[in-house]
């Protein structure tokens, strides 16, 4: 899938048009954080966080403190911001959507935090503490599974954080990666097993990645489905629409 119209393959901004079926123009999530409900306030603080270089070596705490003194907030880009925009989602689509850690939507703020905090260690302990939370996301799809729903969506992003720390192109970096898809694979299938026969299975990446040290963003994605639908995607905006539609016959049967 092609998302080459994103001028930042940034994963809040891209979730935020899957869920919405809008650009970043009209749903405006643009950065992991925001720093105030007001978006002029909140360009201003992230255009001073990038280009003014002694903010932005500023260390992190301090300016986190800094923050709460302006009473600046600091959090991830929620819900409430896409509805002050008049957006709906897939989600106001469902009778019962579960949604779970979805970036521009739901993604907890304390997850960030404990990302950065760990971050400020080490990256060992960045590692560790990406798998910490991958298991507790995992724990959280299989205590969601077998309740009532519609709509069911979670995102995950140990395979992209693995791709930013580890190189391919070495032996560890290779049984990195090796170990991740692994434990993906076996996901999907445990994910499987506990599905309906029925029910349509989507699997969606925000971008792809290269396989240079840095683990750059590529501009194609990669998406699968378990049934056969009359259905592709050419673009990110393609899926709210086919979700909505698929809810909408769903409630019309
Ligand atoms: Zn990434």
Redesign the pocket.
């Given at each position: 899938m092609d998302v080459s119209d994103f001028d930042t393959?940034l994963?809040p901004t891209i979730w935020a048009s899957f869920i919405t079926g809008e650009p970043p123009e009209k749903h405006g999530v643009g950065f992991w954080w925001r720093a105030s409900d007001n978006d002029f306030i909140d360009s201003i603080v992230h255009w001073v966080k990038y280009n003014v270089p002694l903010i932005k070596d500023f260390n992190p705490k301090l300016l986190e403190k800094l923050g709460n003194i302006a009473g600046l907030k600091d959090r991830t880009p929620n819900k409430k911001d896409l509805n002050d925009r008049g957006l709906s989602t897939i989600f106001d689509q469902a009778s019962n959507p579960i949604a779970l850690f979805i970036p521009s939507y739901n993604e907890p703020t304390e997850i960030r935090r404990r990302y950065r905090e760990a971050l400020n260690e080490s990256v060992s302990a960045y590692e560790r503490e990406l798998w910490r939370v991958h298991r507790e996301r995992v724990r959280a799809i299989f205590e969601n599974i077998n309740s009532e729903w519609d709509l069911f969506m979670v995102w995950l992003?140990i395979a992209?954080?693995i791709?930013?720390i580890h190189d391919y192109e070495s032996f560890k970096g290779r049984i990195k990666f090796m170990k991740t898809y692994f434990s993906l694979n076996n996901l999907v299938g445990q994910i499987k097993k506990a599905l309906d026969e029925e029910v349509i299975f989507m699997i969606v990446s925000d971008?792809g990645?290269d396989l240079s040290p840095e683990?750059h963003?590529l501009d194609e994605a990669f998406f699968s489905i378990n049934q056969e639908v009359a259905w592709e995607p050419n673009t990110i905006l393609d899926y709210s629409p086919f979700v909505k539609g698929l809810l909408k016959e769903l409630k019309e049967r």
């Open positions: 393959l994963t992003d992209d954080q791709g930013h971008h990645t683990g963003h």
